[in-house]
């Protein structure tokens, strides 16, 4: 085995009394290798680490990146020894590659379930290598919710001047209106406000709803949704969730969630949160998932196949997520 990283036999028991952060290496063949040896290299006095992944990928990312040795005791490799190494380059999309860390993904759920790990890192994977290997797969979120059997949850992107939280994900345009449903938002409203408390130790959350329509809608003269839907919902939690306000313009809501007067603000659809998040810190943002039985957090970008066979690939943003993954972890001790 090449020099620069130690595969365990088994998984051990951490003797340390840091938290253990597992991290899946995600596609094969993407940036996730690189960034992972890139970003826990910065580590080792924060937190323990079981990488799961496959050892040659991890081996050729470091020869790539000239460097000797990665990862820094007491750190482990899980490997799955499940990439075939006759033909592997990166850059490639492959089904191969997609069934490859879609078994990252389910050896991480095994061991939170073990409870090896306290908190869960996810790299980036292809949906098409993932859906070509024969798997209906929409996206780690929805997947993780899935195997936990959690059935309320969201997804909150974040970097160090916002917190957002989306009402729909990964769906066309045209199909927002229809799914924005008082039902939804109640239930995202409910788990966001949680989650604000239990992993950000914000005791008594300032939340804000975007509206859907330009200017919130002028009080029903563009678009109904949020006098038939948004307004309702507000209107019954404020009770049970004083610091929720709303809805407001899109614009306006997000600028005063940047400013500090909300701690998070609840946007309708991706790209309403997306482009005003990425324009503020485009390297630094994270991706979590609230709701579920554990914690987990990934970097705010994909696979990035076309720069996976340099050495280019920016670590940042997965550096965000295990501090971030590790703050949620000391927060959640504390209560």
């Known amino acids: ?26 596609d094969p063949s993407g940036i996730g ?20 992944g496959d050892s040659f990928v991890l081996n050729k990312a470091a020869k790539l990146l000239r460097r000797s040795s990665f990862i820094p005791h007491p750190s482990c490799l899980v490997d799955l020894k499940n990439v075939d190494h006759s033909q592997f380059k990166f850059g490639k999309l492959k089904a191969e590659y997609g069934r490859a860390s ?34 209906s797969f929409s996206g780690h979120t929805e ?22 939280v989306l009402l729909t994900r990964h769906i066309a345009i045209s199909k927002v209106p229809a799914n924005i449903n008082k039902k939804a938002l109640i239930d995202t409203i409910k788990i966001t406000y949680n989650g604000l408390k239990s992993y950000f ?16 809608s002028d009080n029903g003269v563009i678009g109904n949704e949020e006098n038939e839907v948004i307004k309702p919902v507000i209107n019954k939690l404020k009770k049970t969730f004083p610091g929720l306000t709303g809805p407001a313009p899109a614009d306006i809501a ?39 039985p554990f914690i987990r957090t990934s970097p705010l970008h994909g696979t990035a196949f076309d720069i996976a066979a340099s050495r280019n690939a920016k670590a940042d943003s997965l550096i965000e ?8 972890c000391q927060n959640q001790k504390k209560d």
């Open 1 to 26: 085995m090449p020099s620069g990283l130690k595969r365990p036999k088994s998984v051990p028991t951490s003797k340390s009394s840091k938290f253990i952060i597992g991290i899946t290496m995600g």
């Open 33 to 52: 290798p690189q960034i992972t040896l890139k970003a826990i290299s910065k580590f080792e006095k924060l937190a323990d680490f079981i990488i799961i």
């Open 102 to 135: 879609l078994e990252y993904i389910d050896k991480a759920l095994e061991l939170i379930r073990e409870k090896k790990i306290d908190a869960l890192v996810t790299c980036p994977v292809s949906k098409e290598a993932i859906n070509k290997a024969g798997f």
């Open 143 to 164: 997947y993780l919710a899935k195997q936990s059997n959690t059935t309320d949850f969201a997804m909150m992107l974040l970097n160090q001047k916002l917190k957002t």
């Open 201 to 216: 130790s914000i005791q008594s959350p300032r939340l804000v709803i975007c509206g859907l329509n330009p200017h919130a």
């Open 254 to 292: 997000i600028a005063k969630t940047v400013q500090g007067e909300f701690d998070c603000c609840i946007a309708m659809y991706h790209d309403q949160a997306l482009i005003p998040l990425k324009i503020l810190g485009y390297n630094l943002g994270v991706n979590m998932t609230l709701g579920l």
């Open 321 to 328: 997520a295990v501090k971030l993954a590790t703050q949620c």
